[in-house]
């Protein structure tokens, strides 16, 4: 059960990370989401009484350890952080990616993790109990072509999740990654219709390339990857750590034209 657990989630304000949070919080937990989209976080917070928010760009440091420390200095500690942040990024040929593309969507599907990881490790370390979530894609399990900056961060978030799942499993922390597939919603939408107009093929035909690569022929619902986290952060997974777990209905093959 997540009753009383003490939860803070990156980019939480719409779409999956909203889901993780209205989940926990049904569940009876405190929650705490930032997100950079300020209407998102009014909306949320008029729509889902007694979720707190705050404005943060969490590939600034500054941003992400003055909004960690109002948090622990509320409820003293942590106990489980969904680090979910992450944007689409260009897609095109790697000739024509910028460089500040690149390091954009680097910046914010990557180092937003190890900047909240280097701030909530020692707080987890000290309780000797907590659970780190770090949400990667199936792009870190496979190659991405023409999205080579998205899938490199999320490669690397398996990386840092595994190499934190050894750092912090003597003090009883566990780390873990979950691995979306398509999931429904506005940001798949987007990079289907990115997509369509990169390679000159409609809408409809990119959707179901995706979906022909699954087993179990659909899009994921957001609400299915916040049921693995809660269940990453509970008592039934607590020897479950270093793991990167895909909620895709099974990924056959992913290659893209």
């Known amino acids: 059960m997540a009753e009383s657990l003490r939860v803070v989630v990156t980019a939480g304000a719409a779409g999956i990370g909203a889901a993780v949070a209205g989940r926990f919080l049904s569940q009876g937990a405190r929650v705490h989401v930032c997100d950079v989209d300020e209407a998102a976080l009014d909306d949320m917070s008029t729509q889902v009484p007694g979720l707190r928010g705050s404005r943060v760009d969490v590939s600034d440091a500054d941003d992400v350890d003055s909004w960690l ?52 490790a020692p707080v987890m370390k000290e309780q000797r109990f907590g659970a780190i979530v770090n949400v990667s894609s199936t792009a870190g399990l496979f190659g991405y072509g023409r999205r080579t900056p998205y899938a490199a961060a999320k490669w690397a978030v398996i990386g840092l999740t595994k190499s934190l799942a050894i750092e912090l499993g003597p003090y009883g922390v566990r780390v873990n990654a979950v691995c979306p597939g398509s999931v429904s919603g506005d940001r798949m939408r987007r990079v289907v219709m990115d997509q369509a107009a990169a390679s000159g093929r409609s809408p409809d035909e990119i959707e179901a390339e995706y979906v022909q690569a699954q087993s179990i022929g659909r899009f994921v619902e957001p609400t299915e990857i916040a049921d693995m986290c809660v269940f990453l952060a509970s008592p039934e997974s607590r020897m479950v750590s270093g793991q990167a777990i895909s909620v895709d209905g099974n990924t056959e093959t992913y290659h893209l034209g």
Request: contains cysteine; proline residues 2%; negative net charge.
């Open 69 to 120: 420390d109002d948090v622990l200095g509320d409820w003293g500690g942590i106990d489980v952080l969904v680090n979910n942040a992450g944007i689409a990024g260009p897609t095109a040929d790697i000739e024509d990616i910028t460089v500040d593309q690149w390091r954009s969507c680097l910046a914010v599907g990557l180092d937003s993790q190890f900047l909240t990881c280097r701030r909530v």
